[in-house]
């Protein structure tokens, strides 16, 4: 049981591991441990203090080292834990975060910005606003031919405006759509198959609830009123 109390909680729940996502960044556990020595020193300087009688009692002396010494055994242990807690801590916040790799940073926000053309896109096609879709497609596609050939075109309404735009055959009816809000705008994003719906899904800007492609018939919007 001794064992067990003077084992410090630093040492077993915080990690000085120097890879971001393993360390511990919090200081509930070095808290922990410095109540814990404080209650123990507290409660040895309070029989040391009281301990003035043990000159003239044996008795009295033999009470004193029955409690104070395991009172320092707890304390101990546990104020060097704490230290080495805080310590570890501290050198985990002091760590680089992964979320400042500028490569990761410029991938983000290429992302959002794919996203950003994407949901405008769909917009218009609901509206029948091909001509803009069609102008959007092209920034697309200059963006990221990746984003713009695997999601961006596979959109069932996108797709129907820009065959009505280019006299290119439609893709055909959707199968699986998915509501998400991007760009600060609610849209809903409809794909032929299912398996390029769950792609969509995954390509989604970070941050964003991850939705569920559901089997539907979305609206065509109208694709005619381009025209007018």
Not at 109 to 138: I, P, T
Not at 169 to 196: I, K
């Amino acid at each position: 049981m001794l064992a067990l109390m003077a084992t410090g909680c630093s040492w077993i729940g915080v990690s000085s591991s120097k890879a971001p996502l393993l360390c511990t960044d919090t200081y509930q556990m070095p808290i922990i441990d410095t109540a814990v020595a404080a209650a123990a020193g507290g409660a040895f300087g309070a029989l040391a203090y009281d301990n003035r009688g043990c000159k003239n009692d044996e008795h009295y002396c033999g009470y004193w080292v029955v409690y104070a010494v395991p009172l320092a055994l707890i304390a101990i242990p546990y104020l060097i834990s704490a230290a080495t807690g805080y310590s570890s801590v501290y050198l985990c916040r002091d760590l680089p975060d992964a979320n400042d790799d500028p490569h990761a940073s410029r991938q983000r926000a290429a992302l959002d910005e794919d996203w950003r053309l994407m949901n405008a896109a769909v917009v218009a096609s609901r509206a029948g606003d091909c001509a803009k879709v069609q102008s959007l497609e092209q920034s697309t596609r200059e963006a990221d031919a990746g984003f713009h050939d695997s999601i961006f075109v596979a959109d069932v309404g996108i797709s129907r405006c820009l065959s009505h735009v280019s006299n290119r055959p439609s893709s055909g009816a959707a199968t699986y759509c998915f509501d998400a809000t991007t760009d600060n705008e609610p849209t809903t994003v409809c794909m032929q198959s299912e398996a390029g719906c769950k792609h969509a899904v995954e390509m989604l800007p970070a941050g964003i609830p991850v939705p569920t492609c559901v089997a539907r018939e979305p609206a065509a919007g109208n694709v005619d009123a381009g025209q007018r």
